[in-house]
């Protein structure tokens, strides 16, 4: 047997080389707005709420994706905000608050402007004058720190001045990164443990994304249906969920109703 398999090993054959075994290792899938879609290479799962969106391109550019990410960041917490300012008072007024204080005005959000133009302790005038002032400076202050990261921290309200440190209140005001402040911001200290600060982060834009919508929806719908706000809305959809939809309110989707 040592003779045949030398004979063969002399005559040039070999032993068949025993298979590689080749592990192919699957990366992680990314959550993902259109699944088997890949995501654009600038979006790379890092931001908070990045599921790979964007199919006009506009992150394209890092710094423009920065921008673009403050401005989603804020129109998010406007967003939450308005909804909140909307919900309440209707729920105020459905569940009879405003009957048990005479004196708590609960106007509908379409009216809320009028109404404290004609009975606020203050003219629409020097409303918004003061508005656009404090408003003005906070706007004013935001762009500089995404300009130039933490640079607001210092000096405070004088630092786009050039004043340097002159009101000692600086580090109470040291931002966690741009767009999260922290410090007094964060009197829970709810950024200090980085995998709930994360979460915290991905919550804020899940909720701010549904707002913005939702405030789309009481905007449409008030529009459709004049004189009636979100909690109405609901209800009569809820009583007749086939009938009451957006499809069927006239405006939404124009003559379908004619068809109906």
């Known amino acids: 047997m040592a003779a045949l398999v030398a004979n063969k090993a002399a005559l040039?054959?070999?032993a068949p080389a025993q298979a590689r075994r080749s592990v192919v290792a699957r990366a992680e899938q990314r959550a993902s707005w259109f699944p088997g879609n890949p995501a654009p290479e600038y979006l790379k799962g890092e931001l908070a709420g990045d599921y790979g969106f964007d199919p006009l391109g506009f992150g394209d550019e890092p710094r423009r994706l920065e921008w673009m990410v403050q401005a989603e960041l804020v129109h998010c917490r406007?967003?939450?905000l308005g909804a909140a300012g909307i919900l309440l008072p209707e729920i105020g007024n459905k569940t009879g608050m405003q009957s048990a204080a005479p004196g708590l005005a609960f106007?509908?959000?379409?009216?809320a402007g009028k109404v404290v133009a004609e009975s606020?302790?203050?003219s629409m005038g020097s409303l918004t004058f003061t508005m656009f002032l404090l408003m003005g400076w906070a706007e004013h202050k935001r762009l500089y720190d995404f300009v130039k990261p933490g640079s607001q921290a210092v000096g405070w309200a004088w630092a786009p001045l050039g004043l340097g440190s002159i009101t000692g209140v600086e580090e109470p005001l040291v931002a966690k990164e741009n767009g999260y402040p922290g410090?007094?911001?964060?009197?829970f200290q709810m950024s200090k443990n980085e995998a709930k600060y994360k979460w915290y982060k991905q919550s804020e834009v899940t909720n701010g994304r549904l707002a913005m919508t939702a405030m789309f929806g009481f905007v449409s719908q008030h529009i459709a249906y004049p004189g009636k706000g979100p909690i109405d809305n609901l209800v009569d959809h809820?009583?007749?969920p086939t009938k009451v939809t957006f499809a069927t309110n006239g405006v939404s989707v124009p003559h379908f109703i004619e068809y109906h």
């Open 12 to 14: 040039g054959f070999r």
């Open 238 to 240: 809820v009583s007749n």
């Open 107 to 111: 106007p509908h959000w379409w009216e």
């Open 183 to 187: 410090g007094i911001f964060d009197p």
């Open 78 to 80: 406007w967003a939450m």
């Open 120 to 122: 606020g302790p203050w």
